[in-house]
């Protein structure tokens, strides 16, 4: 039977350890504070603007909300971000994403500071990841590298193999990888042979998007697996992108939907913006 990797564990030390940060910056006179846009009222964005304000009042960092109407223009939206740019009491600055379609993503995501960038999204934070700079890290493959790091996982010199190639999950997480001396392969849809690649996997980082897309076939014996997809099946229960029953006797270490690569986000989140506030007030 594989280890289970407890993102459910691991998620709440990291927000302890916030905490402890926290409060320790708090005895300086310094107030973490994260800004959250959110635009619109899409109901999902709603639960997930409410669990990042729920883990602020947690960890003591202080949210600011700001839940503008649908209508708000791209310039409106752009010169609050302006604002709070200047505004040294706001360590982190998060648009809630999506926004409505008249608005331009790309040039929202521009627009924040790169200091205040706790998502990680800004062009700069990429960069800076890719030459290894200094710079916020997009939290979901940030939160897969503490799974592994603490669940005593060796990255070094091992075969990872990610499948899928997208700006917040799959690209950040093969540079996190190859970043820990990990060999790395990154696979999409265009990918030949996928079953083959990922069956030669040390590590293997499903972000597909698709329901138990991944059976045993696709895992090597005692591989690790990690599973980033999130589905609500017909049943109502979550899944990931692999087949856990499938998989979880042939895997080596394996994370669960839910409780494995998902509360690892907003611990992130936490862990950047406590980050942020110690770096923009130069304390430790
Ligand atoms: P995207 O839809 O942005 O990207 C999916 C990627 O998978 C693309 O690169 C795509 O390739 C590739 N892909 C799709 N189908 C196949 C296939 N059959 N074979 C190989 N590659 C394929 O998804 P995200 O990266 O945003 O998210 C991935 C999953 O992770 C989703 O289930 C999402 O809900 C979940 N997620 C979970 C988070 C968490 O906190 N746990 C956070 C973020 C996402 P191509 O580029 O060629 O189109």
Redo the contacts with the bound molecule.
Sequence with gaps: MALIIDGKKISSDIKEEVKTKVAALKSKGIRPCLAVIQVGKDPASTVYVGNKKKACAYTGIESRAYELPEETTQEQLLELIRRLNEDDTVHGILVQLPVPDHMDEKEIIRTISPAKDVDGFHPQSVGALSIGEPGFVS??PA?IIQLLKRSGIEIDGKNCVV????????KPMAMLLLRENGTVTV?????RN?REICSRADILV??????K?FDASYVKDQAVVID????RGADNKLC??VDYEAVADKAGAITP?PG???????AMLMSNCAESAVRMCGHE
């Design positions: 939290c979901t939160g499948v899928g190639r997208s700006n917040i999950v799959g696979c999409h849809s265009h990918t996928l499903a972000a597909i998007g698709k329901p897309f980033v997809g999130i589905h990931g992108d939907v494995g690569v998902g509360p690892m986000t907003i």
